[in-house]
């Protein structure tokens, strides 16, 4: 496969990103039916307890939304085809500074600095009193951190799409950057 040094345009990276979103977006989904059944089903109970304080419903968030993803692109970017399925229909791939594939520490470290603004938006949201049905006034550190969500996406996005290597914060410190392919992978 011929990597081609160029970096790829902002809208290829953004459609890549919307192909896996397609992905995540249904795995979200059927964890939203599984989710309604244990909160409106016979363990309905249970699972008010499971989830009564901010820090555990956030956990459970974490372990199963957000880690499967950040697993989910970690595996796939450090794979040998080092691109997941959006990237591959879109001709990307990832790889390290020198052109090689992404080791898997690499890779869990782009991919975790990468959603790190979903799992922050999370944490801010359970700690809003009474989210999602009566909220009440939020405390200022929830303010500050959805406040660094948007300004952690909008330089995300930024660095996308200025400067000579268009690598976002995110390759930058795990050292990697994404090309085209010759071929799809």
């Known amino acids: 496969m011929t990597l081609n040094t160029q970096p790829p345009r902002f809208f290829r990276r953004i459609a890549a990103f919307s192909l896996d979103y397609l992905l995540i977006a249904g795995y979200l989904a059927a964890l939203a039916i599984v989710s309604s059944m244990l909160a409106f089903g016979p363990l309905k109970d249970s699972w008010k307890v499971f989830v009564s304080t901010p820090t555990r419903a956030d956990l459970l968030a974490f372990i199963t939304a957000i880690l499967p993803v950040i697993l989910y692109f970690t595996l796939m970017e450090s794979s040998e085809s080092g691109a ?11 790889v390290n500074l020198s052109g090689q594939r992404l080791s ?12 790190l603004p979903w ?18 006034e939020p ?10 969500v948007w300004v952690l996406i909008g330089f ?30």
């Open 84 to 94: 997941t399925w959006g990237k591959r229909r879109m001709r990307l791939r990832v």
């Open 104 to 115: 898997r520490g690499q890779a869990l470290l782009r991919s975790a600095i990468k959603f």
């Open 119 to 136: 799992q922050l938006a999370h944490t801010c949201l359970f700690h809003i009193p009474g989210w999602p049905m009566e909220t009440q």
């Open 139 to 148: 405390p200022g550190w929830v303010m500050v951190g959805l406040v660094l």
């Open 156 to 185: 995300y996005i930024v660095t996308l799409m200025v400067g000579p290597t268009r690598r976002t914060p995110y390759d930058w410190i795990a050292g990697s950057r994404v090309l085209e392919t010759q071929q799809g992978v």
